[in-house]
């Protein structure tokens, strides 16, 4: 009777403790949780951390904070499924030759390069194991990015991962549109579309808006003469289907959430 006792409390114990352990966390933005459940929270349930990186450049008819814009909102997305939280926006970056539209702002390599480096150790002394940057913008910026989560891997004995979204995506681009895209083209566009139709513009769209990059580094042009530029002559040209937006940011932000979690387990399988 009294190993009867003792069973019953257990199984009635039993269902609190693992509550206590698979909690659902309130919330999964860093500057959003409190500390006191950060603590219960990472490492032991949570070791993966999303870090969007962007910068605010001109976009065609979307907002300057397009590369800000995107890559939050596919952390938000994909966090759960990737059992990750999401560090804030590094909303500064490295501006290339769009930095002289209207509101574009540039930071130079010698302050983005530490900077980048200081907000990933402290990810590392927050307990975080995989630290993957969800990249909005590319040109240099990508370069030091790679470079400086290299570093941080080797240094700390952690696991890093950048992805540009848009390159990453750019066989989901085709598959939905059937064709390429571009800089603040149909498929960027789209995706800032999907993610908030108001901060698209189409009553002040026209195909002059676009120019198609230089192919093979033929030419360059400072400041490049126009916000959207086309990676493939007579394709990109935005036209806006919200049906097609929605389809487009489900198969990219799939695609994303997939992989990840498929590099994370090839890490644990590694025993790395
Ligand atoms: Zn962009």
């Known amino acids: 009777m009294k190993n009867l006792l003792f069973i019953f409390a257990i199984i009635a114990i039993l ?75 590094l909303a500064y970056g490295m501006t290339g030759s769009l930095a002289a539209y209207p509101g574009a702002f540039k930071m130079s390599e010698e302050v983005y390069r530490p900077f980048v480096k200081e907000i990933m150790e402290g990810l590392v002394k927050n307990k975080f194991k995989t630290l993957i940057i969800i990249n909005g913008h590319g040109g240099g910026q990508t370069a ?15 696991r890093t991962l950048v992805i540009n979204w848009w390159s990453f995506a750019a066989d989901v681009t085709e598959e939905v549109f059937g064709e390429n895209g571009g800089h603040a083209g149909w498929n960027e566009n789209a995706f800032i579309q999907a993610i908030d139709p108001s901060l698209v513009h189409e009553d002040k769209y026209s195909d002059k808006l676009a120019t198609p990059y230089p192919q093979n580094g033929s030419w360059a042009a400072t400041p490049f003469p126009s916000s959207i530029g086309l990676y493939k002559e007579g394709e990109g040209y935005i036209k806006f289907d919200q049906k097609l937006a929605d389809e487009y940011y489900e198969k990219v932000t799939d695609k994303l959430a997939d992989f990840i979690v498929k590099i994370k387990a090839k890490w644990d399988l590694a025993g790395l």
């Open 144 to 158: 030091v990015l790679k470079s400086v989560a290299a570093e941080i891997a080797n240094e700390y004995q952690v």
């Open 15 to 89: 269902p609190f403790a693992s509550d206590a352990k698979d909690k659902k966390p309130t919330t999964r933005e860093m500057d959003r949780i409190n500390w006191m459940e950060f603590k219960e929270l990472v490492p032991d349930q949570i070791d993966t951390v999303l870090l969007p990186t962007g910068t605010l450049e001109p976009h065609g008819v979307a907002n300057n904070g397009a590369d800000n814009t995107a890559p939050w909102a596919i952390s938000k997305t994909i966090a759960e499924r990737t059992n990750a939280m999401i560090a804030p926006t």
